[in-house]
T-cell receptor, first 114, second 112 residues
């Protein structure tokens, strides 16, 4: 039973437009959420996170939104750039940010076309 | 500034062979973990350690052993390799916060 779901295996957007990547979770104990970006032949790199006490967190072009009632979060990238093309993983943790066991989604391949 | 270093980058094993995947970090992070990534799957936690001398099982621990004798090193041992263990393995480390969770570049293992 997958506790973190990324239902879109891939997404293609034009450069300069908004990219929206979605993630759903089923475990109500999750209280901290992270997004990682992964290029081929590299390890995942941390992008942005959000605690369940917030509903939005921004970092430059990246914004994560959390809807706890829907158990849904999304990552917005504005404006999208070709260098953003990568696989994006949503991850979740339970335990107030002190639990280091992450549960990952399957990932979404984002392609930003010039 | 090496971060998290994994060796080897590639390895081919025969079924039944044993080997150790090495992981070292130079950031004095307390927490270290091993994940595996299979095609079309997210990363799944194999084993983790919250400090030297302390290890625990993750989601998919069967067939793997770990130890943490120092803060810097967290090797992953495959006891008797099986084709189902063909995967890309990632080691990660973190200080006492999820924000600084850093991954290595991975070891691609093929078991034939």
């Amino acid at each position: 039973d997958q506790q973190v779901k990324q239902n879109s295996p891939s997404l293609s957007v034009q450069e300069g437009r908004i990219s929206i990547l979605n993630c759903d979770y089923t475990n109500s104990m999750f209280d901290y959420f992270l997004w990682y970006k992964k290029y081929p032949a590299e390890g995942p790199t941390f992008l942005i996170s959000i605690s369940s006490i917030k509903d939005k967190n921004e970092d430059g072009r990246f914004t994560v939104f959390l809807n706890k009632s829907a158990k849904h979060l999304s990552l917005h990238i504005v404006p999208s750039q070709p260098g953003d093309s990568a696989v994006y993983f949503c991850a979740a943790s339970a335990g107030g940010g002190s639990n280091y066991k992450l549960t990952f989604g399957k990932g979404t391949l984002l392609t930003v076309n010039p | 500034n090496a971060g998290v270093t994994q060796t080897p980058k590639f390895q081919v094993l025969k079924t039944g062979q044993s080997m150790t995947l090495q992981c070292a970090q130079d950031m004095n992070h307390e927490y270290m973990s091993w994940y595996r990534q299979d095609p079309g799957m997210g990363l799944r936690l194999i084993h983790y350690s919250v400090g030297a001398g302390i290890t625990d099982q993750g989601e998919v621990p069967n067939g793997y052993n770990v130890s943490r004798s120092t803060t810097e090193d967290f090797p992953l041992r495959l006891l008797s390799a099986a084709p189902s263990q063909t995967s890309v393995y990632f080691c990660a480390s973190s200080p006492r916060t999820l924000y600084g969770y850093t991954f290595g570049s991975g070891t691609r293992l093929t078991v034939v």
